[in-house]
């Protein structure tokens, strides 16, 4: 069984920056593809980005390209989401997710274990 717990969540203001964290135990982290979404309140969670087994691919929301990074290491059993030039509309819950197939998963259906999420607030 994978565990996945984030960390990093937490209230800034419009255009401040957020490392969000996931730390992963129970299996190696490099057997799965990674991802994050988010979800807000009354809507459905949603994917936000993506990354591969060896960090050699990665994938992005249109609303995040450009502001927010994904990165992981493996050694650390860890997998990171930099945001920056944050906006109030990034405001959700954020989880991490492992994916055990080959496809890099972009809905939630492709993922197979979830972390409890963690509260991300932007203020204007």
């Known amino acids: 069984q994978v565990q996945l717990v984030e960390s990093g969540g937490g209230l800034v203001q419009a255009g401040d920056s957020l490392r969000l964290s996931c730390a992963v135990s129970?299996?190696?982290?490099?057997?799965?593809?990674m991802g994050w979404f988010h979800q807000a309140p009354g809507k459905e969670r949603e994917f936000v980005a993506v990354?591969?087994?060896?960090?050699?691919?990665?994938n992005y929301a249109d609303s995040v390209k450009g502001r927010f990074t994904i990165s992981r290491d493996n050694a650390k059993s860890t997998v990171y989401l930099q945001m920056n030039s944050l906006k109030p509309e990034d405001t959700a819950v954020y989880y991490c997710?492992?994916?055990?197939?080959?496809?890099?998963?972009?809905?939630?259906?492709?993922?197979?274990?979830w972390g409890q999420g963690t509260q991300v607030t932007v203020s204007s």
């Open positions: 990354i591969s087994r060896t960090a050699g691919s990665t």
């Open positions: 997710a492992a994916a055990r197939g080959l496809v890099l998963p972009t809905t939630s259906s492709q993922c197979d274990y």
């Open positions: 129970g299996r190696t982290l490099s057997n799965y593809n």
